[in-house]
């Protein structure tokens, strides 16, 4: 099961507050302003910045 639109519609970067997005893959959001990739873990977004991965530039 994948993350509902409703949900996708909701989230916000818990660290700016700004817009994030599904990744192509599907397994994690990404948030542009803060270069931060949130997983997705049993379809659960990890929404904790201490466990956000950078994105690779």
Same mark, same amino acid.
């Given at each position: 099961m994948a993350?509902?639109?409703e949900l996708l519609d909701i989230l916000a970067?818990?660290?700016?507050?700004?817009? @994030?997005?599904l990744n192509e893959a599907g397994d994690g959001l990404i948030c542009?302003?803060?270069k931060l990739l949130y997983e997705i873990k049993d379809d659960i977004? @990890?929404?904790l910045i201490d466990e956000?991965?950078?994105l690779d530039t």
């Open positions: 993350i509902s639109k970067c818990p660290k700016c507050k700004g817009d @994030i997005y542009d302003n803060c977004p @990890i929404m956000a991965k950078p």
